[in-house]
């Protein structure tokens, strides 16, 4: 199975900062991933998929980068509707496998 | 809009079996892949099966294999997850999701709300 490794879990940011929340593939997947944006209580919604495309809606605060075992979702300045679990997710192979999280909290 | 609906939730002992069914509308069901992934209480996403637009074809997570099965009623427009030989690690809430193409890869595009099963003595 292909492992996705997350970083950081969490972390505590201002409005108005750039984040960036990093995912390494423990194999080449390509550009087979995608990013979901979880708030709590509610199903997870997508935000980029072949790593770099945005999903129709999503702001264009948020941008994908990366390929081969290396990706980072970015969000240029944080807004505080933007607070929120992050996963990401390769489909390169079966089992599809997610992220463990990354939770995003305002200072 | 696209819209799926989760039913079947509900508390089962060890052991038991349920069936869990999605909904779908507002979108060629036959044209895209479905999915069943899951959440344990405060924790992460699992991919637990999936079904190809066609319904020829499928696949499962380790964890399930061989006591969950998925089909698809195209006509219908939904998809259903049985599920037997329940455990207690089975408990979460179940999302159905719509892939973005045919096959398994492009990511999920839409979410149902989710169905909580807990399972429990």
């Known amino acids: 199975d292909i492992q996705m490794t997350q970083s950081p879990s969490s972390l505590s940011a201002s409005v108005g900062d750039r984040v960036t929340i990093t995912c390494q593939a423990s194999?080449?997947?390509?550009?087979?991933l995608s990013w979901y944006q979880q708030k709590p209580g509610k199903a997870p919604e997508l935000l980029i998929y072949?790593?770099?495309t945005l999903e129709t809606g999503v702001p264009s605060r948020f941008s994908g980068s990366g390929s081969g075992t290396d990706f980072s979702l970015a969000i240029s300045s944080l807004q505080p509707e933007d607070i929120a679990t992050y996963f990401c997710?390769?489909?390169?192979?079966?089992?599809?496998?997610f992220g463990g999280g990354t939770k995003v909290e305002t200072k | 809009q696209v819209h799926l609906v989760e039913s079947g939730g509900d508390v089962v002992y060890p052991g038991g079996s349920l069936r869990l069914s999605c909904a779908a509308s507002?979108?060629?069901?036959?044209?895209?892949?479905v999915h069943w992934v899951r959440q344990a209480p405060g924790k992460g996403l699992e991919w637990v099966a999936f079904?190809?637009?066609?319904?020829?074809?499928?696949d499962y997570s380790d964890s399930v294999r061989g006591r969950f099965s998925i089909s698809r009623d195209t006509s219908a427009n939904t998809v259903t997850l049985h599920m037997n030989s329940l455990r207690a690690e089975d408990t979460a809430v179940y999302y159905c999701?719509?892939?973005?193409?045919?096959?398994?890869?492009?990511?999920?595009?839409?979410w149902g709300r989710g169905t909580l099963v807990t399972v429990s003595t």
């Open positions: 999701a719509r892939g973005r193409g045919y096959s398994f890869r492009g990511g999920f595009d839409y």
């Open positions: 507002r979108f060629t069901f036959s044209g895209h892949g």
């Open positions: 079904t190809r637009f066609d319904g020829k074809s499928g």
């Open positions: 194999q080449d997947i390509s550009n087979y």
């Open positions: 072949d790593a770099s």
């Open positions: 997710q390769q489909y390169e192979n079966l089992p599809l496998t």
